[in-house]
């Protein structure tokens, strides 16, 4: 089972830009797409973004499309999420989660992923 370790959080300006990171433990990280999802005070943990195995595939809530980026890096067991353009909307948790099964095509479903990192905080101001 891979472990995560989230970072690169904090306070930021709307229109201003984060780089979250999220670090792997154990040599299955590769093999798996991830995911990057946030949680709101008071509403459910949602989808933000995922990445396959190989980086060829990526996906993004329509939330986010255009202004975040996720990217992973395997020979350093890291993935990240450039946040451009941010918006008091995007304050929240983010936490990132590894795919539950090998087969990932694309789901949103907090279900489908497990392994989660602790969190780290990020907020916009306005």
């Known amino acids: 089972q891979v472990q995560l370790v989230e970072s690169g959080g904090g306070l930021v300006q709307a229109g201003g830009s984060l780089r979250l990171s999220c670090a792997a433990s154990?040599?299955?990280?590769?093999?798996?797409?991830m995911g990057w999802f946030r949680q709101a005070p008071v509403k459910e943990r949602e989808f933000v973004a995922a990445?396959?195995?190989?980086?060829?595939?990526?996906y993004y809530a329509d939330s986010v499309k255009g202004r975040f980026t996720i990217s992973r890096d395997n020979a350093k067991n890291t993935m990240y999420l450039q946040m451009n353009s941010l918006k008091p909307e995007d304050t929240a948790v983010y936490y990132c989660?590894?795919?539950?099964?090998?087969?990932?095509?694309?789901?949103?479903?907090?279900?489908?992923?497990?392994?989660w990192g602790q969190g780290t905080q990020v907020t916009v101001s306005s």
């Open positions: 989660a590894a795919a539950r099964s090998l087969d990932y095509s694309g789901s949103y479903y907090v279900d489908d992923f497990g392994s």
């Open positions: 154990g040599r299955t990280f590769r093999r798996y797409a």
């Open positions: 990445i396959n195995w190989s980086s060829s595939t990526t």
